[in-house]
C-alpha cells in the first residue's frame, strides 16, 4: 500500500513559520485527490486541521494554511506557538479506492 | 452533536478474539462511511479499512485484508472491527473517525476516543 511520506520532525522558535512537505504519487496526490491534515495532540484522537488541500475547519486559527502541487503538499503554521507542539499528518485518497495517511511529523517549539 | 463513542479498553492474551465497537450519533449514520485507523505505541496512523453501513460495503488496506473483519450494525449505529486471533504486534489504539466525502475527496472530520487494544501471554 502506498505512503505519503513527511519529515520525521521540523522545529522552531515561537513565533516562526514552519512548513511540513507531503510527498505522494501518481496514483493519489497526483491523480488530483484532496489532500488533508491532522493535528495530534499527546494522548488524543487526531483532529482535523485542513481539508481540501487549504481549506481550515471553523475554529482553527488561520495561522495554518496548506497548498498542493504536483504530487505534493504542504502544511505551515506561521506564528509557532508552545500549543503547536503536536505530531502532523496528512492524508489523501488512492486510485485503489482507499485512503493513505502521511508517515507523520513531529513539530517541536524550541 | 456529532460523536463516535467506542468501547473500552481490552487486555487479551495471544490466539484470543475479539470485537471492538464504535457507536455514532448525531448524524444519519447509514450515509456516512466509517473509518478505522490503528495506532501502534509511538508511531503514526494506518488506514485499516473502510464501511459504508447503508449497503455494508467494505474496503481493507491490503495490509490488514484477511487479518481483521469490519462491519456494521445500523439498526444500532454502530461498527465493529474484529480479530479472530490476536498477535503481540496487534497491541496499539484503534480508531473509528466518520469519512466525509466531497466527490471522491474523503477525509476524517469526526473521530472516536481511540480503544487501546493490549495483547500479551
Known amino acids: 500500500q502506498s505512503v505519503l511520506t513527511q519529515p520525521p520532525s521540523v522545529s522552531g522558535a515561537p513565533g516562526q513559520r514552519v512548513t511540513i512537505s507531503c510527498t505522494g504519487s501518481?496514483?493519489?496526490?497526483?491523480?488530483?485527490?484532496?489532500v488533508h491534515w491532522y493535528q495530534q495532540l499527546p494522548g488524543t484522537a487526531p483532529k482535523l486541521l485542513i481539508f481540501?488541500?487549504?481549506h481550515r475547519p471553523s475554529g482553527v486559527p488561520d495561522r495554518f494554511s496548506g497548498s498542493k502541487s504536483g504530487t505534493s503538499a504542504s502544511l505551515a503554521i506561521s506564528g509557532l506557538q508552545a500549543e503547536d507542539e503536536a505530531d502532523y499528518y496528512c492524508?489523501?485518497?488512492?486510485?485503489?479506492?482507499?485512503?493513505?495517511f502521511g508517515t507523520g511529523t513531529k513539530v517541536t517549539v524550541l | 452533536e456529532v460523536q463516535l463513542v467506542q468501547s473500552g479498553a481490552e487486555m487479551k492474551h495471544p490466539g484470543e478474539s475479539l470485537k471492538i465497537s464504535c457507536q455514532g450519533s448525531?448524524?444519519?449514520?447509514?450515509?456516512?462511511?466509517i473509518g478505522w485507523v490503528r495506532q501502534m505505541p509511538g508511531k503514526g496512523l494506518d488506514w485499516m479499512g473502510i464501511?459504508?453501513?447503508?449497503?455494508?460495503?467494505?474496503r481493507y488496506s491490503p495490509s490488514f485484508q484477511g487479518q481483521v473483519t469490519i462491519s456494521a450494525d445500523k439498526s444500532i449505529s454502530t461498527a465493529y472491527l474484529q480479530w479472530t486471533s490476536l498477535k503481540a504486534s496487534d497491541t496499539a489504539i484503534y480508531y473509528c473517525?466518520?469519512?466525509?466525502?466531497?466527490?471522491?475527496?474523503?477525509?476524517?472530520?469526526?473521530w472516536g476516543q481511540g480503544t487501546l487494544v493490549t495483547v500479551s501471554s
Open positions: 473517525a466518520r469519512r466525509d466525502c466531497s466527490g471522491t475527496n474523503c477525509n476524517f472530520r469526526y
Open positions: 448525531g448524524y444519519n449514520f447509514i450515509n456516512y462511511w
Open positions: 464501511i459504508y453501513p447503508g449497503d455494508s460495503d467494505t
Open positions: 501518481s496514483s493519489n496526490i497526483g491523480a488530483g485527490y484532496a
Open positions: 481540501g488541500n487549504d
Open positions: 492524508q489523501s485518497s488512492d486510485t485503489s479506492r482507499s485512503d493513505v
